[in-house]
């Protein structure tokens, strides 16, 4: 079945930079597009990005462009997400998540990013 | 960008009620919603897609309709396995993909 594991979360001072990883198994994951989604402690769900199944595009929200940046390996069926300038409010839970006609579909359990001096 | 709106914000029934949440988009979506059902420290469960298409697996006590701005998701009984934060999402194009605020379904 379908799993998908996030790592790579972890506390990193305000304009600092971290990478996380998503390993997928279970389905052909170069035949698929993938989504990172967030969620703020207590709050609700923020689409980050996407990336078509090949890499040719991607995609972000207007809060994380220019400082996100979304990649993939699929000879080592990973997804990426490269953060950069850090800030307090990208705090949160982020999960990746398959694309099932640009909606995400089975989604990860998550990796905590904290934003804190 | 489009904005999704979700009424009401709480959410409190009784098992065996029927339960109806309403999402609205800021503009035309054509059928590009989706549902979603998320219980504490989990991830978000697909429940259904292009706003009425039950996802596999999913009770038939869940079902979706509505199209252009206006979108429902009703549950027909509600059961225990149901508490839960529900949460619409338009994905009317891939640079532009956004969650309503989210409904909490309570005990009453």
């Known amino acids: 079945q379908v799993q998908l594991v996030e790592s790579g979360g972890g506390v990193v001072q305000p304009g600092g930079s971290l990478r996380l990883s998503c390993a997928a198994s279970?389905?052909?994951?170069?035949?698929?597009?993938m989504h990172w989604v967030r969620q703020a402690p207590g709050k609700g769900l923020e689409w980050v990005a996407f990336?078509?199944?090949?890499?040719?595009?991607?995609y972000y929200a207007d809060s994380v462009k220019g400082r996100f940046t979304i990649s993939r390996d699929n000879s080592k069926n990973t997804l990426y997400l490269q953060m950069n300038s850090l800030r307090a409010e990208d705090t949160a839970v982020y999960y990746c998540?398959?694309?099932?006609?640009?909606?995400?579909?089975?989604w990860g359990q998550g990796t905590l990013v904290t934003v804190s001096s | 960008d489009i904005q999704m709106t979700q009424s009401p914000s709480t959410l409190s029934a009784s098992v065996g009620d029927r339960v109806t949440i309403t999402c609205r988009a800021s503009?035309?979506?054509?059928?590009?919603l989706a549902w979603y059902q998320q219980k504490p420290g989990k991830a978000p469960k697909l429940l259904i897609y292009?706003?009425?298409s039950l996802e596999s697996g999913v009770p038939s006590r869940f079902s979706g309709s509505g199209s252009g701005t206006e979108f429902t998701l009703t549950i027909s009984s509600l059961q225990p396995d149901d508490f839960a934060t529900y949460y619409c999402?338009?994905?009317?194009?891939?640079?532009?993909?956004?969650f309503g605020p989210g409904t909490k379904v309570d005990i009453k």
């Open positions: 503009q035309s979506i054509s059928s590009w």
């Open positions: 990336i078509r199944y090949d890499g040719s595009n991607k």
């Open positions: 999402q338009q994905y009317n194009s891939y640079w532009d993909l956004t």
């Open positions: 998540a398959k694309d099932k006609i640009r909606c995400p579909h089975y």
């Open positions: 279970g389905f052909t994951f170069s035949s698929y597009g």
């Open positions: 292009k706003a009425s």
